[in-house]
């Protein structure tokens, strides 16, 4: 997650996200949601429900370690698209 923001470009994305995976935490008193799509490389962060809009990425990091951490946290992954 702190790949994804970090790298964050300047440009506008021209595909429709499927976020598969989301960070989810709490700070200062707000929800912050990280919706991550690694099909087309854009993330969205929502505070307490709020979108603060969709970005692009250059990078967002090892799906596979991503997924292996929710796993072993026992978060059901959603099926990956063909």
């Given amino acids: 997650m702190r790949e994804s923001l970090r790298d964050v470009p300047n440009y506008a994305t021209a595909c ?38 969709d970005e692009q990425t250059y990078n967002m990091g090892d799906e596979k370690a991503l997924d292996a951490i929710l796993r072993a946290a026992g978060v059901r992954l959603a099926p990956k698209s063909e």
């Fill in 16 to 53: 429709v996200a499927e976020y598969r995976h989301a960070v989810e935490f709490r700070a200062d008193g707000h929800l912050y949601q990280v919706l991550l799509c690694y099909h087309c490389g854009q993330l969205a962060v929502l505070i307490d429900g709020q979108s603060d809009g």
